[in-house]
T-cell receptor, first 113, second 119 residues
Framework: GDSVTQMEGPVTLSEEAFLTINCTYT??????LFWYVQYPGEGLQLLLK?????DKGSNKGFEATYRKETTSFHLEKGSVQVSDSAVYFC????????????FGAGTQVVVTP | GAVVSQHPSRVICKSGTSVKIECRSL??????MFWYRQFPKQSLMLMAT?????????EQGVEKDKFLINHASLTLSTLTVTSAHPEDSSFYIC???????????????FGPGTRLTVL
């Protein structure tokens, strides 16, 4: 079945450092791919998405490109801020999944001043 | 944008009581909603798919008699944890699909979550 694998955390960075969180997936067909962010004690917020190969999702300085050849959707940000400290989830929704999501395990990011 | 609310945000109850959690889509209609459970520092586990006007579809291993789901209208789904016990303490999150066509077919909007603590 469909699955998502993302790098384990926590990832600790200094402010203004470059952030990469790896995400790879297994799915039949061409799923939609998402990155969600969860701040402490809150629900999930959509960060960005991509619905087909080579699409690049971007938002708030974060980017991720849908790479079909490597089945990956790595999240990147060039210069992180303390406010980016959160847990980041990679997710996919298969074409025939009736809207069900498969989530990765989540990666905690801690940005220090 | 599409907003999903949950009520209550926090609830503390005694063991053996039942707790109802509401999930509402505020500015769109949702024929399908999803209920997730999240343990501390873990990912979201899909519990069930809630379909308006029909029975919910539960994931393997989720007790349907313990976690009652009712999707009585296009904007409201409820999850009732019956005879709650301490092991049911968790963060429950709902999500909804906007089926009006305004959003991508597979996009889900998440509620802020409900923290349940069973004493």
């Amino acid at each position: 079945g469909d699955s998502v694998t993302q790098m384990e955390g926590p990832v600790t960075l200094s402010e203004e450092a470059f952030l990469t969180i790896n995400c790879t997936y297994t799915a039949t067909g061409y799923p939609s791919l998402f990155w969600y962010v969860q701040y402490p004690g809150e629900g999930l917020q959509l960060l960005l998405k991509a619905t087909k190969a080579d699409d690049k999702g971007s938002n708030k300085g974060f980017e991720a490109t849908y790479r079909k050849e490597t089945t990956s959707f790595h999240l990147e940000k060039g210069s992180v801020q303390v406010s980016d400290s959160a847990v980041y989830f990679c997710a996919l929704s298969g074409r025939n999944s009736w809207g069900k999501f498969q989530f990765g395990a989540g990666t905690q990011v801690v940005v220090t001043p | 944008g599409a907003v999903v609310s949950q009520h209550p945000s926090r609830v503390i109850c005694k063991s053996g009581t039942s707790v109802k959690i509401e999930c509402r889509s505020l500015d769109f209609q949702a024929t399908t909603m999803f209920w997730y459970r999240q343990f501390p520092k873990q990912s979201l586990m899909l519990m069930a798919t809630s379909n308006e006007g029909s029975k919910a579809t539960y994931e393997q291993g989720v007790e349907k008699d313990k976690f009652l789901i009712n999707h009585a209208s296009l904007t409201l789904s409820t999850l009732t944890v019956t005879s709650a016990h301490p092991e049911d303490s968790s963060f429950y999150i709902c999500s909804a699909r906007d089926t009006s066509g305004a959003s991508s077919y597979n996009e889900q909007f998440f509620g802020p979550g409900t923290r349940l603590t069973v004493l």
